[in-house]
Every structure is written in structure tokens, then in C-alpha cells.
């Protein structure tokens, strides 16, 4: 079955670089996605990875990629305190007409100024 | 210029009463979903559509209904509300093809009295 693992808290300073991690299971994943969530909105896509991809990086964004270990992580460089929300990764296989997401639990982000 | 949009944003209701959410995407996405939010933020697939065709019906109450009059539209139906269906639902709209990157509405606060 499908599984999709967050730490729920990081607490960095103001400058210094932030790292969320994820664990998935599901082998057959082809795309995994990091989506943003600032408090009382939507989901935000920040950026996706294809799963035969190692790194994604754009702007202050980089994403890791082990497809081995099954761990996907974003690093955020010089967090800013805009940069405080939860950040959802989230997983999807499609197949047959399904495109359905499962998401992680969500790592809520809090920039100490 | 709002891609993906719902209304109402804040629904207060009384246990019992029907309701529907509204939503429309301007994306010329073939895809829709509804995801439901719970109050730990965990964010839980309910529907889907394709091409006005159901393609994923989790195991959520059939007092849920999705309606889609059309590709751009996919309000979701809730007959006889319980205290239990309090929660924040998000509507969502996504491309059929790779990579599947879903765009997600502000999402419709619901509270049941």
C-alpha cells in the first residue's frame, strides 16, 4: 500500500537553510510533488521531481531525490520568515485514468527571525 | 485570473441540513478532485473526475456526491451533515498528462453545529 512519511515540526533560523524530508513506498511512484500551505489557504505546488531524476534545483529550492532508499527531501536556501508554513509532500503512480495523490502528513516550517 | 475557485469560502451549518460546495477551474484541466482536511491538517482524497467521468471514489459516506455539469465545474453534494464532516474541503484541477501537477482552490472551511 501507499505511504507517505513527515517529520511534523522544523524550527530554523532566519538565513539559514531548511531540510524536509519524506519517505514514500510505493515503488511504482512516478512523480513526487512538494506543495506549500500558508495558514487559512490552498496548497501551493512548489515543484515536482520525475522519479529517474536524482536533483531538481529552482531558485532557493532543491530537491533530492533517493530512489533507492525511497526518500525525497526540499532544502530551502536562506529561509525567510515568509517561508514559515506547512509543507506537504505528496506522491503519485497513475495508471488506468487515476491520477491520485497521496499526501505525507504535512512538516510544519517555523522561521525564527 | 483565479484558476482554481470555490464557493463559499466558510460554511456553518446545523447536523442534518444538506449543503453544496461549488467549484470551478479555468485551467482547461480534464481532471477534478475534492480533498478533505481534517483539523491535523491531513489532507485525504474523496473523488475524482475525468472527462465528467468518475475515475476514484475513496470510501467516503455515500451521503457524498460529486456533480459535474462540465469539464470546468465539480461541486460536491452533502446530504444529512454530522458533526463529523466539519473540516476543510479543497477542490483541485489537473492536466491529463505528465506530470499531473494538481492546482488546488482556496479551499470552503466547513463547520457543523
Known amino acids: 500500500g501507499e505511504d507517505v512519511e513527515q517529520s511534523l515540526f522544523l524550527s530554523v533560523r532566519e538565513g539559514d537553510s531548511s531540510v524536509i524530508n519524506c519517505t514514500y513506498t510505493?515503488?511504482?511512484?512516478?512523480?513526487l510533488y512538494w506543495y506549500k500551505q500558508e495558514p487559512g489557504a490552498g496548497l501551493q505546488l512548489l515543484t515536482y521531481?520525475?522519479?529517474?531524476?536524482d536533483m531538481k534545483q529552482d531558485q532557493r529550492l532543491t530537491v533530492l531525490l533517493n530512489k533507492k532508499d525511497k526518500h525525497l527531501s526540499l532544502r530551502i536556501a536562506d529561509t525567510q520568515t515568509g517561508d514559515s508554513a506547512i509543507y506537504f509532500c505528496?506522491?503519485?503512480?497513475?495508471?488506468?485514468?487515476?491520477?491520485?495523490?497521496?499526501f505525507g502528513k504535512g512538516t510544519k516550517l517555523s522561521v525564527i527571525p | 485570473d483565479t484558476a482554481v475557485s470555490q464557493t463559499p469560502k466558510y460554511l456553518v451549518t446545523q447536523m442534518g441540513n444538506d449543503k453544496s460546495i461549488k467549484c470551478e477551474q479555468n485551467?482547461?484541466?480534464?481532471?477534478m478532485y475534492w480533498y478533505k482536511q481534517d483539523s491535523k491538517k491531513f489532507l485525504k482524497i474523496m473523488f475524482s473526475?475525468?472527462?465528467?467521468?468518475?475515475?476514484i471514489n475513496e470510501t467516503v459516506p455515500n451521503r457524498f456526491s460529486p456533480k459535474s455539469p462540465d469539464k470546468a465545474h465539480l461541486n460536491l453534494h452533502i446530504n444529512s451533515l454530522e458533526l463529523g464532516d466539519s473540516a476543510v474541503y479543497f477542490c483541485?484541477?489537473?492536466?491529463?498528462?505528465?506530470?499531473?501537477?494538481?492546482?488546488f482552490g482556496p479551499g470552503t472551511r466547513l463547520t457543523v453545529t
Open positions: 483541485a484541477s489537473s492536466p491529463s498528462r505528465a506530470p499531473y501537477e494538481q492546482y
Open positions: 510505493d515503488s511504482s511512484s512516478t512523480y
Open positions: 521531481i520525475f522519479s529517474n531524476m
Open positions: 505528496a506522491e503519485t503512480a497513475p495508471g488506468a485514468g487515476s491520477y491520485q495523490l497521496t
Open positions: 485551467l482547461g484541466h480534464d481532471t
Open positions: 473526475y475525468n472527462n465528467k467521468e468518475l475515475i
